[in-house]
């Protein structure tokens, strides 16, 4: 992912991620999808004329052109291998400074374009994704910028546009060990991503994907209980109170708001969202965002809680005034005052609302550090 995108469409936008970003001032990235078309780009042009293009531009989804320093190149009688380094800009990217190579063979007229997974990208061993079993893992929308470009460089240098395309990524198979892949079933390295190739910093978008895929994959396995986790721990509370298998974990980290509105489109029996207190007390009070940055606890909130659970005065002040959420809970467990069971069981309640009706039964689990459930609501 590079910086070119500068005055490619996000700076003149009036609103949206465009705007967004010109405020922030931070320098937006590409995807690995728009990384894969360059080096694709670059390696049949070689294959085609004997050079590489150096920089390789490309043509995104929504019209911006890119241009792509390349970092390996390889040419021979029989394939052609161009390698570009992902620039993920300022988003913190775990590809960020990959190396995402394309090696081009020719393929006997009509065969169109096959694509293949090489050293470091994944395979998909689950249903539930865009792509079928057994597939490489390269999303639709890059196969096509891909197929595309090929078309486009066939017909100026007198090609077919019948080709292999191996992609692979430099120590995929590592970096993907911090992604969802493995849960997702999507094993031996990293996925070719990207609907726009352009990465927004801090959008979050690659999560929330990650959440939305995950819910896809439950269905597709026939999971009808489905649980958001804010974290390891609380995946292991889910998966002793439940059973629950991996694949109908949802990593949700601080995106509730991501997990309720996707379920409400595509609906499941029974969600649990499991996480620690202090984080649960967040959604309880209407936050959908949980992240530190974007909302905090609110004590008094919780002191109101403490007031219908029974609390008086001296201990509502307690609470209002304690340090953290979890001093806040200590309190009131030592006073025999459910705070625990009042969090869940509201945070059940405003999971609801986002709902909006949808035939999904919900419960809530809080804990604390260690693992200990501390509330929880009913089914509702």
């Known amino acids: 992912m590079n ?128 792509l079928a079993v057994g597939e490489p893992a390269v999303n639709p929308v890059p196969r096509r910028m891909m197929s595309e470009h090929v078309a486009e460089v066939a017909g100026r240098h007198g090609g077919t546009g019948d080709v292999e395309i191996t992609l692979s990524v430099d120590h995929g198979e590592e970096i993907a060990r911090s992604t969802w892949n493995p849960r997702l079933g999507i094993l031996g390295g990293l996925s070719i991503l990207g609907t726009t190739g352009i990465v927004v910093p801090y959008s979050c978008s690659a999560w929330i994907d990650s959440i939305r895929r995950g819910v896809d994959v439950a269905r597709a396995a026939g999971h009808t209980h489905v649980a958001g986790c804010t974290g390891s721990t609380s995946e292991r509370t889910v998966v002793a109170e439940y059973g629950i298998p991996e694949e109908a974990l949802l990593d949700m980290g601080d995106f509730a708001g991501a997990v309720l509105k996707y379920i409400r489109r595509h609906p499941v029996d029974r969600l ?22 974007r909302s905090q606890v609110d004590k008094g909130f919780l002191a109101e809680l403490a007031r219908r659970g029974g609390a008086g005065e001296a201990l509502a002040a307690e609470v209002a005034d304690a340090n953290t959420g979890l001093a806040a809970l200590q309190l009131c467990m030592a006073a025999g005052v459910p705070l625990g069971e009042l969090v869940a069981t509201t945070a059940r309640d405003e999971a609801l609302a986002v709902l909006r009706g949808a035939p999904v039964a919900v419960d809530v689990i809080c804990v604390d550090r260690a693992g200990t459930v501390v509330g929880r609501s009913t089914v509702a």
């Open 3 to 130: 910086s070119e995108e500068q005055g490619a469409g996000a700076g003149e936008a009036k609103g949206g991620r465009g705007a967004q970003l010109k405020h922030t001032g931070l320098r937006p990235g590409w995807t690995t999808g728009a990384c894969a078309t360059a080096a694709t780009t670059a390696a049949y042009t070689a294959l085609l004329t004997g050079e590489f293009p150096d920089p390789v531009a490309i043509t995104l989804p929504r019209g911006q052109t890119p241009s792509f320093a390349l970092a390996a190149e390889e040419l021979t009688d029989t394939y052609a291998m161009a390698g570009i380094v992902k620039d993920a800009g300022d988003d913190p990217d775990v590809t960020h400074g990959a190396l995402v190579r394309a090696t081009v063979r020719r393929l006997p007229m009509g065969a169109g374009v096959v694509f293949l997974a090489g050293p470091g990208v994944g395979t998909v061993t689950r249903p539930g994704l865009p």
């Open 272 to 293: 649990t969202i499991c996480g620690g207190f202090a984080k649960l007390s967040k959604l309880a009070a209407g936050h959908l965002d949980l992240h530190s940055g």
